[in-house]
């Protein structure tokens, strides 16, 4: 949205039209980056009788200017797809173009004027389709007229400013003299035109280059990945062939004319070459970032900044979002809601994952940027899941009602070939602003095999600094194809998440898809990534602490507080701390079918001991295909397939490994190793309960001896009492007769 505050009239001008300020006017000067020269044919071209213009450039890194001119390729493709027009301008010297000669241009200011009047900008504004129509940009604006003395001031000084920026401080982008020679040819007679002006040029010192820059391209050992994002190939190779390592010019200029020339033409014939636009295959991104805030591409087209979603979120929005996830359970033959989870809090992180990496290269916490994730993969077999989540929940989700980007699409085919695929979302990847994610459904599975793609994953992962965003796919991986390429260097780079459970019968199935679907919005998307944006602006050391240990665990505590306003706190709970890792999925299944597929034939417990078990190397012995050259290898690597911090894996000796029951079976997801323990034991139960009955029972009788002999002694005592009473009776009656006698 481009905004103008009139310095004549003080008054701020809104979404003014540019080219209708500027109307009336034949001569245009200024200083501007130009993403093609196509805006220059159909803006400026119709407009102005006379354009100067100096090629300014985005960023102010030093390099910039060596690769505007070394860069021949480019140019050479710039000027094979010139109008007529635009030619014939440059030729008869009503169109000059040039850019700079040392100091990099990084100011945006324009001059137009006629016989008596004038108007002069200066702000943030390029000549770019985005900048005049969709970015927010601002610029102030000077109209006045040349018979004014208080206006020739201004007039006079910008002029001079612009005649020693043309005259002095730049130097020719295409000479109009070259241009019969290039008219009408293909484009490698331009090219051998443009590499004998470029040499001309470095020998007439049009172009000055400082030695310690041509160093750090020209000597291989001092080429980094940080000089790459500046003078991308081929620019680096055509100061290869015109200097030496240490920064001299060779002195065979034929041999380095044929060498730039045979450069150029390789890049021509590159698949690589034939990059697809964003734009006509995926909507204009909806999310851009610019200073500390997110700007989102409203109904009109225009960018806004992200408005506070607090008041937008309703408890509908969240339980609809919670049985989204909970229908992965419920809805499926086995339970994948942590999957779905986990790719839900990828989704709402992804506008910020660029920052996040940022927040990792500055932290003092020893942690590199390349552990956060620059693509998530849904792997799904048939039915599965992974296409309803990107094509039915995750658009929606993100407010995008445009169509789904088939793989097929943006690398001309399903082949094997995956250039044109890479270079597509390499060039979105570094637009430097946009954050919307690429999500492509159907990627073909070989593209996570080819070198290509991998050497490009790495290379996104390890160079891209600044604003990016993310590439989401969903990919069909069906049993006998290619492997999951599982080597770290990828999965620490690429987030994988299984979906491979069928469905159960529409009858069986708790939620139904249809409500879920029509009650989805992107609420909850803009209120999480709005408070994640301001969680990360303003970051703790507390905060920090708990990023770089789960790059996801801001995302999550925000959706946790969320659950918790609207009384769902214990909804997901049991999922909503861990993040589904695909290793240890295809650790848990792998460990599974090892134990099953054995017949728990080498599966054995210690006596007397019921909480470990041992599992003997031998049962490696009959694992066919194996990629390890001995059993000791596969031993290890099957011992270390147990996350550690699970306490599963307790020892590893020479013939086998030492487990945890209870653990090993939570691990894998159900009792495998306890019942088989039992089934064992089952008869020692028994004998155990048996003997332990008749301990009681002969207990029981002993105790019941005990009381009936104490009974007895008891009965015997009164009777003894009785009778010893009886008989003193009957002494006394005997003496009482006697003694009244």
């Not at 004549?8 to 500027?22: A, G, R, V, W």
């Not at 991986?477 to 529409?506: C, D, P, Q």
């Amino acid at each position: 949205m481009l905004t103008i505050y009139d310095l004549k009239k003080q008054q701020m001008l809104y979404q003014p039209d540019f080219f209708e300020l500027i109307k009336g006017y034949d001569h245009f000067a200024g200083v501007s980056f130009v993403g093609s020269f196509k805006i220059i044919e159909k803006q400026l071209l119709p407009r102005f009788s006379q354009i100067e213009l100096i090629l300014g450039l985005e960023d102010q890194r030093t390099g910039q200017n060596l690769n505007q001119f070394f860069n021949l390729s480019r140019k050479v493709k710039e000027i094979a797809g010139a109008s007529d027009e635009f030619l014939n301008r440059i030729e008869d010297g009503t169109l000059q173009l040039r850019f700079t000669k040392d100091a990099l241009f990084h100011s945006k200011y324009f001059i137009v004027d006629n016989e008596t009047s004038f108007i002069i900008f200066n702000g943030s504004m390029n000549l770019t389709k985005k900048a005049l129509s969709e970015n927010h940009e601002m610029l102030w604006m000077y109209a006045g007229s040349k018979s004014s003395p208080a206006d020739q001031a201004i007039w006079q000084a910008h002029r001079q400013l612009f005649h020693q920026n043309f005259t002095t401080d730049s130097t020719d982008y295409l000479n109009r003299k070259i241009i019969e020679q290039v008219r009408g040819k293909t484009k490698k007679e331009i090219t051998a035109v443009l590499a004998n002006a470029a040499l001309t040029q470095l020998q007439d010192d049009q172009l000055k280059v400082h030695p310690e820059d041509i160093v750090q391209i020209a000597d291989t050992a001092k080429w980094t990945k940080e000089r790459y994002e500046l003078i991308p190939s081929p620019a680096a190779e055509v100061v290869r062939a015109i200097y030496t390592p240490k920064g001299n010019k060779r002195r065979n200029q034929e041999a380095v004319r044929d060498k730039i020339k045979q450069i150029t033409y390789q890049s021509f014939s590159d698949p690589q070459d034939e990059t697809v636009s964003a734009s006509s295959l995926y909507p204009q991104p909806m999310w851009i970032y610019e200073g500390d805030q997110i700007l989102v591409k409203n109904t009109q087209g225009q960018f806004q900044p992200l408005a506070p979603a607090d008041d937008l979120v309703t408890k509908a929005d969240v339980v609809n979002f919670v049985d989204i996830i909970k229908s992965f359970k419920y809805n499926k033959l086995r339970d994948e809601s942590h999957q779905a989870l986990s790719a839900f809090m990828y989704l709402m992180t992804a506008p910020l994952i660029w920052k996040i990496r940022q927040i990792y290269r500055q932290s003092n916490y020893a942690r590199s940027a390349d552990q956060v994730p620059v693509s998530m993969v849904l792997i799904g077999r048939g039915t599965t899941g992974k296409t309803l989540l990107v094509r039915d929940y995750f658009k929606p989700f993100i407010g995008d009602h445009s169509r789904s980007v088939q793989y097929a699409e943006i690398n001309g085919g399903t082949g094997s070939h995956t250039n044109k695929a890479v270079s597509f979302l390499g060039n979105y990847l570094r637009s430097k602003r946009f954050i919307s994610p690429m999500i492509i459904d159907e990627l073909n599975d070989n593209f996570l095999q080819s070198k290509v793609a991998t050497n490009a994953i790495k290379q996104w992962s390890n160079t891209i600094e600044g604003i990016h965003n993310v590439n989401i796919f969903a990919m069909n991986h069906n049993a006998g194809g290619h492997a999951i390429n599982n080597l770290e260097e990828i999965t620490k780079r690429v987030y994988y998440l299984s979906f491979e459970a069928g469905w159960l019968g529409m009858d069986q199935q708790r939620y139904d898809y249809n409500i879920l679907m029509n009650n989805i919005n992107d609420h909850l998307y803009r209120y999480v990534v709005g408070k994640l944006n301001q969680r990360l602006n303003n970051l703790t050391g507390m905060d920090e602490s708990r990023l770089i240990d789960d790059y996801l665990s801001l995302t999550k505590e925000i959706v946790e507080q969320l659950l918790e306003k609207f009384g769902l706190g214990n909804e997901l709970a049991d999922i909503i701390h861990d993040n589904y890792d695909y290793k240890v999925d295809r650790n848990r299944i792998t460990w599974k079918m090892l134990i099953r597929d054995d017949g728990f034939k080498h599966v054995d417990f210690a006596p007397g001991d019921d909480q470990r078990f041992t599992v003997s190397k031998a049962i490696f012995n009959n694992i066919k295909g194996s990629t390890y050259e001995n059993i000791n290898q596969t031993l290890d690597n099957y011992f270390n397939m147990f996350p550690r911090e699970l306490g599963i894996a307790i020892y590893q000796y020479d013939n086998g490994m030492l487990l945890s029951i209870d653990k090993f079976d939570h691990f894998i997801g159900e009792p495998l190793i306890r019942n088989y323990y039992n089934r064992v034991h089952q008869s020692e139960h028994q004998q155990d309960s048996m003997t332990a009955y008749l301990k009681a029972q002969a207990k029981r009788d002993a105790e019941r001896e005990k009381r009936e002999a104490q009974r007895d002694q008891e009965m015997q005592t009164v009777l003894k009492q009785l009778a010893d009473q009886k008989q003193a009776n009957e002494k006394k009656g005997l003496f009482s007769r006697l003694f009244h006698k």
